[in-house]
C-alpha cells in the first residue's frame, strides 16, 4: 500500500512565475484535500474533491490558486503569478468519503514546500 | 463550525517520564477527534481519532488519548517517553467536509 505521494517536494521559484504541483492519492481513496501550512501554524483547509468535483473551497484559495482532478485519480494544484505570502508548505490529503462529517481518517503526503524569492 | 486548541505551544518532558500533550474541542453534534504527529520538513502522520465508543483510546508509537466530554477534552499521552517522540503534534477536530487543526504543540524529550 503506496501512501499520498507529491511531487515536487521542494521548489524555489522568482515572484511572478507559475507552480504546479501534483499530488497521488491512496488508491481506493475518493476524497483529495489540499491543505496549506505556513511556519508555525496548523494545516489550513484550501479546497476538497469527491472523485472529480471540486465541492468545496477556502476563502484562501484566490483567483490565483486553481485545483484539479481530472479523472478523479491524481490532482494538481497551480499557482499563478507567485507571491512571496505564497510561500508555504502545501500538504495534499486523502481518505474515504461518507457524506458529511464521516469519521474516515484523512492521511497525508510528505508535503510540497514553496519558497517564492 | 468545529474547532480545537492546544493551549501550550510546548512541552518538555525527561526520558522515561510521562508525558501528557493538550487538547480541547468545540463541536455541535458527534466530535471525531484525531491526533497527529509531524517531523522537521515531514506532512502529517496520523496516530489515533475517536469517533465512538472507549474514552480511551489506543494508537501508534505506544500513545493513546483520553476523551472526557465534561471537560470537552481529548489530552494525548504516553506512559514513557522517548527522545525519537520529539516532534510537532496536532490536535484536530473533523469538521462537515474536511479536518480542522490547533495551532500545534512541540513535544521536546531531553535524554
Known amino acids: 500500500d503506496t501512501g499520498v505521494s507529491q511531487d515536487p517536494r521542494h521548489k524555489i521559484t522568482k515572484r511572478g512565475q507559475n507552480v504546479t504541483f501534483r499530488c497521488d492519492p491512496i488508491s481506493e481513496h475518493n476524497r483529495l484535500y489540499w491543505y496549506r501550512q505556513t511556519l508555525g501554524q496548523g494545516p489550513e483547509f484550501l479546497t476538497y474533491f469527491q472523485n472529480e468535483a471540486q465541492l468545496e473551497k477556502s476563502r484562501l484559495l484566490s483567483d490565483r490558486f486553481s485545483a484539479e482532478r481530472p479523472k478523479g485519480s491524481f490532482s494538481t494544484l497551480e499557482i499563478q503569478r507567485t507571491e512571496q505570502g505564497d510561500s508555504a508548505m502545501y500538504l495534499c490529503a486523502s481518505s474515504l468519503g461518507q457524506g458529511q462529517g464521516s469519521g474516515n481518517t484523512i492521511y497525508f503526503g510528505e508535503g510540497s514546500w514553496l519558497t517564492v524569492v | 463550525a468545529q474547532s480545537v486548541a492546544q493551549p501550550e505551544d510546548q512541552v518538555n518532558v525527561a526520558e522515561g517520564n510521562p508525558l501528557t500533550v493538550k487538547c480541547t474541542y468545540s463541536?455541535?453534534?458527534?466530535?471525531?477527534l484525531f491526533w497527529y504527529v509531524q517531523y522537521p520538513n515531514r506532512g502529517l502522520q496520523f496516530l489515533l481519532k475517536?469517533?465512538?465508543?472507549?474514552?480511551l483510546v489506543k494508537g501508534s508509537y505506544g500513545f493513546e488519548a483520553e476523551f472526557n466530554k465534561s471537560q470537552t477534552s481529548f489530552h494525548l499521552k504516553k506512559p514513557s517517553a522517548l527522545v525519537s517522540d520529539s516532534a510537532l503534534y496536532f490536535c484536530a477536530v473533523r469538521d462537515i467536509n474536511d479536518m480542522r487543526f490547533g495551532a500545534g504543540t512541540r513535544l521536546t524529550v531531553k535524554p
Open positions: 463541536v455541535s453534534g458527534n466530535p471525531y
Open positions: 475517536y469517533i465512538t465508543g472507549d474514552n
